[in-house]
């Protein structure tokens, strides 16, 4: 939920009841110098009121899960959940008067720290992530997609390598090979379209087809003493990469991926410049999959620690208010 001008009504309805609990709370204490408790009429309220407002934080999971209740719209209820959440926070201060009190008021005013900082830091991801994955992650996918973009971009490197030093060994591709979601560009590798193109040039020049032939494939195959070094960087380090990209720290940084394919340049002819910057480019993307990875996995894992709090700061509450008028 992105914190923009639709939030403000929100936020200055929020300033003020917080302005107005603080006026009241500041009266309370100067009329008891002992200490204002929870249990006057005063605290009961600011009691009733922050939690009445974590209940309403809370019954967010609900309407999400009930999408076709029609009980407001999703935004008001998002923004609810949010300011009405952070206020709960000083409210329950003042109906205890800033004292933590017994084990379970001490562990219940714990649990609402967390949690609202919690939500806080959330909500702070939630509108920061986003522009950060925008920037850095242009060829950003669908999450679900990324193992299967993954995989063709590997498959894509199979290719690109043995259309270079012929055959790896690493196995068949799969029917998918060629394609990408989420707007990957195309294979780019050579064809032997492009073989019978030069050797028809070649002909025309008026060489022999033996020698147009050769010629045309010098471009593509390299020999094996040639291949050699891309070959161990390729089965070393990025085909590894692309298969498990935590495997390779080298890798995994940008400036280090550069420097080590500019080292294998020096190290093979001219003619394999093209298909190592194709490589380059599927180590980019690979490199870009698995920052959109890490991103998602903070974006949404905040939430494993606020949903527990907030369900157990709920229960816990609703047995506290039970002991307190009861006993």
Not at 9 to 24: D, M, N, Q, T, Y
Not at 27 to 37: L, S, V
Not at 48 to 69: D, E, H, Q, S
Not at 289 to 308: A, N
């Amino acid at each position: 939920m992105l914190l923009d001008r639709t939030q403000r009504g929100w936020a200055i309805a929020s300033l003020g009841i917080c302005a107005a609990a603080v006026a009241l709370y500041l009266f309370e204490a100067w009329a008891w110098p002992q200490g204002m408790g929870g249990g006057s009429a005063i605290g009961l309220l600011f009691g009733v009121l922050g939690f009445a407002f974590m209940i309403f934080a809370a019954a967010l999971g609900v309407r999400k899960r009930v999408p076709t209740w029609r009980l407001g719209r999703a935004k008001s209820w998002m923004r609810g959940h949010l300011w009405l959440g952070l206020l709960s926070l000083p409210l329950i201060l003042f109906h205890g008067g800033f004292h933590f009190g017994g084990m379970l008021t001490r562990i219940l005013m714990w649990l609402l720290i967390v949690t609202v900082v919690s939500g806080v830091f959330g909500a702070a991801l939630q509108n920061y992530l986003p522009k950060l994955m925008t920037k850095d992650v242009p060829l950003e996918t669908i999450y679900d997609e990324i193992g299967r973009v993954r995989r063709l971009l590997r498959e894509e490197a199979d290719h690109a390598m043995e259309s270079l030093c012929g055959p790896l060994g690493f196995g068949c591709k799969s029917e998918e090979e060629g394609q990408r979601a989420g707007g990957f560009t195309a294979m780019r590798a050579l064809t032997a379209s492009t073989v019978a193109v030069r050797t028809s040039a070649a002909v025309s020049a008026g060489a022999s087809v033996a020698t147009a032939v050769a010629a045309a494939l010098e471009i593509i195959l390299l020999n094996e003493e040639q291949s050699a070094p891309l070959r161990r960087f390729y089965v070393a380090e990025l085909r590894p990469y692309l298969e498990l990209p935590k495997r390779s720290l080298l890798l995994s940084d940008a400036g280090r991926s550069k420097s080590s394919f500019s080292a294998v340049r020096t190290l093979v002819p001219p003619s394999a410049h093209t298909t190592l910057e194709d490589l380059e480019d599927i180590c980019e993307e690979a490199r870009q999959l698995s920052m959109q990875e890490r991103m998602h996995r903070w974006l949404h894992g905040w939430l494993l620690v606020h949903i527990p709090l907030s369900l157990a700061l709920i229960l816990l509450g609703a047995v506290h208010a039970v002991m307190a008028l009861r006993y």
